[in-house]
């Protein structure tokens, strides 16, 4: 079992930047795949990014260059800089783990994953 809780979000103008952060507790840490996800109201949930357990990462191609995603593994933490927001970032944004524990991206897209409680983003134009 793995419990997510994440904070950071909050109100920003375009042009801005957000700080997310992901506290992760139960299995070890370092094992496994982490990431982020976000949802916009009346759109599906979508993958914006994943970090693995040894530091790789990958991107939606909308976030590309404009976010950055990383971890510390002493604190058990995920980290979303997120810059050059647009309003179209406005979502609640969930920090994600692949429910197998899995390591990969697609481990962690594919589904089904443990879901933090969700953070809001709203960009204002």
């Known amino acids: 079992q793995v419990q997510l809780v994440e904070s950071g979000g909050g109100l920003v103008q375009a042009g801005g930047s957000l700080r997310l952060s992901c506290a992760a507790s139960?299995?070890?840490?370092?094992?496994?795949?982490m990431g982020w996800f976000r949802q916009a109201p009346g759109k599906e949930r979508e993958f914006v990014s994943y970090v693995g357990w040894s530091g790789s990462t990958a991107y939606a191609d909308f976030v590309k260059g404009r976010f950055t995603i990383s971890r510390d593994n002493a604190k058990n933490t995920v980290y979303l800089q997120m810059n050059s927001l647009k309003p179209e970032d406005t979502a609640v944004y969930y920090c994600a783990v692949p429910l197998g524990l899995g390591s990969s991206v697609s481990d962690l897209r594919s589904g089904p994953q443990y879901w933090g409680q969700g953070t809001q983003v709203t960009v204002s134009s």
């Open positions: 139960g299995r070890a840490f370092s094992s496994y795949a």
